[in-house]
């Protein structure tokens, strides 16, 4: 099973920006999707940015226009570029593998917008 393994996260100021890293123990056979999800105390994780093996990407409408996903396949990693950063961002962020019919979970990040 893959290993993922996050970095980034940090405390920000309102209207500033972070970006997280994650990196994959090994390549991956398509297809599979990449992505970063986040939760908050007492909510559900919930998937706010992928990118299949193909290259598309796609984005929970609460970070669209603010949040763009990348990987590098060379050097199996993929990144969060977080712009904009609103202090309802705050959570913990998760690198997330869909592939081979199951999915599998960093341990997070911990992101903290705040004045």
């Known amino acids: 099973q893959v290993q993922l393994v996050e970095s980034g996260g940090g405390l920000v100021q309102p209207g500033g920006s972070l970006r997280l890293s994650c990196t994959l123990s090994?390549?991956?056979?398509?297809?599979?999707?990449l992505g970063w999800s986040r939760q908050t105390p007492g909510k559900q994780r919930v998937l706010i940015a992928a990118?299949?093996?193909?290259?598309?990407?796609t984005y929970d409408d609460a970070v669209k226009g603010r949040f763009t996903i990348s990987r590098d396949t060379a050097k199996n990693t993929v990144d969060l570029q977080m712009n904009s950063l609103e202090p309802e961002d705050t959570a913990l962020y998760y690198c997330?593998?869909?592939?081979?019919?199951?999915?599998?979970w960093g341990d997070g990040t911990e992101v903290t917008v705040s004045s």
């Open positions: 997330t593998v869909f592939v081979g019919g199951s999915v599998t």
């Open positions: 090994e390549s991956l056979v398509s297809p599979y999707v």
């Open positions: 990118i299949n093996n193909g290259g598309s990407e």
